[in-house]
């Protein structure tokens, strides 16, 4: 199959590159099965070509995702993990999007997986019509991307399905017993500096998930 060339990281000759690639998909089902293969096989090309990430504190508040070179060998380590990865995050570097971006790229990906997601309220995993909670951001990038690729899926509270490889997103906020409801291919564990009895909750974690779901840890070095 052939590859296409990775998209500038600037913003105009990303934008640039982006709507080529859409136009040329959008007017060709061979061009758009290409797309779709090189989108399911090199991640850093998906989310530089089609991610998008919301910031509204900005006059434009809908930007491209572009990754920045510090955030790509976290997004490997992530892709990658066997065991837990502990990010220590400043603010604005965009880490947890990080994870939901690579939850978000195996959810459209792969088939019968589950990624689940834990924080320090129930609010803040999913809040209707919140964009600070991490289920907002999955749903806006799904529904960011053309027809071409965005699967079919269903939001409840809680629970991202797509109807098309029985693939789930999962989410809770932390108790005694998060964590431990079924198994999960990889879980984010955000906030931490938040969360009282960290150390209790990864214990219980470990307990339940099985050996082959990391853990993904977002600790705030601000809080």
Known sequence: MPRFPNPPTDLSGNMAYRKRIDTLARGSEEFAAMVRWQFEHDI???INTFFWTRDTRLEVTDRPFILMDF????LKAIATAKKDVVVVKPRDMGMSWITLVRFV???MCQRGVNYHCISKNEDAVDKKGDPNCLFWKMHYMLDMFPAYLRPNFQHTHMLITNLE???TITGEATSETAGRSGRASQMLVDECAAIKN???LRAFIAQGRGAN???MDG???QM
Request: glycine residues 4%; hydrophobic residues 35%; contains cysteine.
């Open 105 to 107: 790229h195996g959810f």
């Open 213 to 215: 779901a990391p853990c």
């Open 165 to 167: 490889n029985d693939c």
């Open 44 to 46: 850093e090309w998906a």
């Open 219 to 221: 600790r705030s070095s």
């Open 71 to 74: 955030q790509i060998p976290v």
């Open 198 to 200: 960290l150390r209790i």
